[in-house]
């Protein structure tokens, strides 16, 4: 599907199709492709078979990248259709285990206050917040959803602001405040017989379609390759004229650190690191007619990664396990 393709001309059925074949072809980005493919399924409104695609890639976690991520979308999903028990219970699962990702806790709290269980989702972005953001000085931007959604939702219960709140009106960039934006008294506004009080409401509206627009039409991160120890060992055997790109295995790592940072410096933003393997390589080289050993591929092999959904955003939180894979949070490490 092109990116400009407008969703109203888009067959959700076909798409799905085409990402499963897709899948197939790249067995390394089965995980992302199905995931998008679970979607589409979703938005045809076939939500049976949205959850036999989760159950499909759950069938295998430990090869998962980002389980809770597959169950919380399950747990969403099957609530839709009337599975509300077992949707209840992937949530309260998920709280246990407290993924270090932002991304599965927003979506079951998002889920929880889709159907009205206010204090049960407030909960949930709270222990989030305490979870990933404790010691925090700059939330990434992975983490806003979590503060802007618990934002909401203490609007729409009435609780007065806190520490947290001030801190999601400072990162929210919008014209219209997060406290219009949440108001609840704007449900009302949209039944109002006023002008005035619709055409305000409309200028809301439009000022929060403009951040999601604005989240949406983000690029694909501009991403540095990152070869582990063994693909790189592996690489430079089978093509040794990249050693002149890779003198060793501690340079590479050091030059993607300080290469992120000065991008970063420079106001580069959507940053990530996309990793790669050797038969993925020889792969793409392939494809593109070429040999492995021509360095002008590295590059574009990057970004043919970070748009099949492999980059991982940097830089990580700081107790987050480092990105080169060391086990070591990324603090003491190359975030040192």
């Not at 934002?151 to 520490?163: A, F, I, N, Q, S």
């Not at 959507?270 to 590059?299: C, H, K, Q, R, W």
């Amino acid at each position: 599907m092109r990116p400009d393709t407008p969703a109203e001309n888009v067959d959700h059925t076909a798409e799905a199709a085409r990402l499963e074949r897709t899948a197939g072809l790249y067995p390394e980005d089965a995980e992302a492709l199905l995931l998008q493919a679970a979607a589409h399924l979703e938005l045809s409104d076939d939500r049976p078979a949205a959850t036999a695609l989760y159950d499909r890639l759950l069938s295998t976690p430990d090869s998962l990248e980002n389980a809770p991520l597959v169950r919380a979308l399950k747990a969403s999903n099957l609530w839709e259709y009337d599975h509300e028990a077992e949707a209840r219970a992937i949530i309260d699962g998920i709280r246990v285990t407290a993924p270090r990702d932002p991304a599965p806790w927003v979506i079951v709290a998002e889920s929880l206050e889709a159907h009205d269980e206010l204090e049960a989702a407030h909960d949930t972005f709270t222990e989030a917040a305490t979870l990933l953001l404790a010691n925090v000085t700059e939330p990434p931007r992975a983490t806003h959803p979590v503060l802007f959604g618990r934002h909401r939702v203490r609007r729409m219960l009435g609780l007065p602001h806190d520490d947290w709140d001030t801190r999601a009106d400072t990162l929210h960039s919008s014209s219209v405040s997060l406290d219009e934006l949440h108001d609840p008294k704007r449900v009302w506004s949209l039944g109002s017989d006023n002008p005035a009080e619709l055409e305000a409401e409309i200028s809301r509206l439009r000022a929060e379609l403009g951040t999601y627009r604005e989240a949406l039409s983000r690029p694909f991160p501009v991403a540095v390759l990152h070869w582990p120890a063994e693909e790189l060992r592996e690489l430079l055997t089978a093509y040794p004229d990249l050693s002149t790109e890779y003198p060793s295995h501690p340079e590479h790592l050091s030059t993607i650190e300080s290469s992120l940072r000065e991008l970063s410096a420079s106001g580069t933003a959507n940053l990530g690191i996309v990793t790669a393997t050797v038969p993925s390589y020889e792969a793409f080289a392939a494809s593109e007619g070429s040999s492995p050993s021509d360095m002008t591929l590295l590059p574009q092999y990057a970004t043919t990664l970070a748009a099949r959904g492999r980059a991982v955003a940097w830089p990580p939180q700081r107790a987050s396990e480092c990105w080169c894979g060391e086990s070591e949070q990324y603090d003491v490490c190359h975030g040192s």
